[in-house]
């Protein structure tokens, strides 16, 4: 492991490590804390709702660095990274449904939808499903197989730029078709809620919600960890390259097919994983999640945060999504327009998002300061 | 799924591998040649780009190809590259590598680089980085991923930076640098991959006269060792460097020789001057 940790100890400065310790002890220190220990009328009570949204953004969070990855790392735009997201949570929501056992409103075996469609048993493709492991395995699975074979076909018949984003969006407005048939077998269009236990605990206390919001943490400090390793890699520099002179690349000896197709599935199991940790958190997986307006939406926060940092998808999933649940809760009718402006002001204003508009502050601010005239030595 | 047959032989590197396939590379050059072009026709909407072109380069040759605009000399590049596939006909590289079987990323591993007309670097990265991705090693997913240079790589990317000039740019962007710089670039970026071939679209288009001296002084430099093919339209250059020059018009061979007896040619003078 000696090689291994000494990698991963270069992916940031000392900086960068102390501002993720602090994060990290934020969130798996003070949120339980203020949560579980203090008394609800405590100043710094930190409520359950508090709790599930948080959890929940950071959930988004997770997919808009996946989005990062393919989209601002290696310029492949995109359009139905939503898909890969509700695939792993209804894969998560099958097992959910399996554990409510006989406490559905007809107390049958089967889930209420299928005994509303009067179905006698469940359909193959449901088989093993109250297995956790068998659904953490679809959920990482189904995202990434479908991922795999969509992207082998595009990228080999080398669909590039603006087609291959209108072809994601139409994948995945098939695919919410798809779940809207009841006949599909995954609850048509209210799709899977109401759900008991998870692991044998139940699943709307607030130990419960705390685990899956500490997990949720944990796997979005992993992922950033894990894409941070790959484009400081080689690998990463290569597909910068792509993003930049694909043709180069290829004439370099490199085949970008098999770049785009390892990081565009890569990208789409992270999105499978963070929508299996977003659906016992919200408690309902439906097929609106696969609506083509929730995958644009995902493009937005990584413009509104920047494009190729990471920590700017991030940022951008958290500032748009605490903005969206104040903004929906102060002025419902008045969200969209809000965002529609957002993405324009971004685009306008701060091509490379929050975080370039920060980096150049600072850069302003360090040359009003002298500088040593050493020059940086060749690497 | 093309597995090239390639014949041992000819000492040329480890044995990497490109776009998941291993190849072992290794040009067979026995009967001097190390391109041959035979019968390639290509057209684009009827239009025939290249007509029943033939040509053959020798090993560690410096060739020089010339001919009007829409001569076919570009296409000709495309398909020895991979990119464009002829209609008909065949190239081989060497005795044994047939290129149409090859994708583009296999071609360029088995040893053929090209210098695109407009130069094409990554512009984003360093020129330092850039060298470092063009440099002939294992270019599949998996080892790019745990990739690090040891220090005789370190030592062959300070070298070619020192032969292009760049040697104080190494950590800058390569999208500051200027025109003929990223020209210079991108040649450096070739001969990090060790081809055996070299293609370069015109070398010195954007160059001022001292570096067109200096690149005419590195392809002079770099016959023998690997075989180049340069196509310009910069005469001068050509008649500072050129020892064998093919003219091509209307996609096939018109005339071929020393650049004395070229010029000198009825039919070139024709097409180039009219009647």
Redesign the interface.
Known sequence: MGPLAAGIGRLYGRRGWSVLAACAAILFLLFPLANLVLPKGSLFYISDYTIALTGKIMCYAIVAVAMDLIWGYTGILSLGHGLFFALGGYAMGMYLMRMIGREGQYQSELPDFMVFLDWKAYPWYWSFTDQFWYAALLVVLVPGVLAFVFGFFAFRSRIKGVYFSIITQALTFAFMLLFFRNDTGFGGNNGFTDFKRILGLPIATSETRMALFMLSGAVLIATLLAARFIVASKFGRVLTAIRDAESRVMFSGYNPVHYKLAIWTLSAVICGIAGALYVPQVGIINPSEMSPANSIEIAIWVAVGGRGSLVGAILGAGIVNFAKSWFTVAFPEYWLFFLGLLFILVTLYLPRGVVGAFDQVRRRWRERRPVPAARRSAA | MNAAVIREGDSFGGGAA???RVLTPGVDVSHKTILYLEDISVSFDGFKALNRLSLDIDNGELRCIIGPNGAGKTTMMDVV?G?TRPDSGSVFFGQTIDVAKL????I??AGI??K?QKP???????V??NL???M?TD???RA????RLDSAQRDRI?ET?DLIHL??D??RAAGLLSHGQKQWLEIG?LLM?EPRLLLLDEPVAGMTDEETERTGELCKALAGKHSVIVVEHDMDFVAGIARKVTVLHEGSVLAEGSMGEVQNDERVIEVYLGR
């Open positions: 490109a776009g998941g590259t990119k994708t583009e990323a296999e360029a591993h680089g090209r695109f094409t670097v990554f512009e984003q990265h360093s330092f980085e470092e991705l063009a002939k270019k599949r997913v790019s991923l745990t990739a300070a930076l040697a104080g190494a950590d970026m991959q």
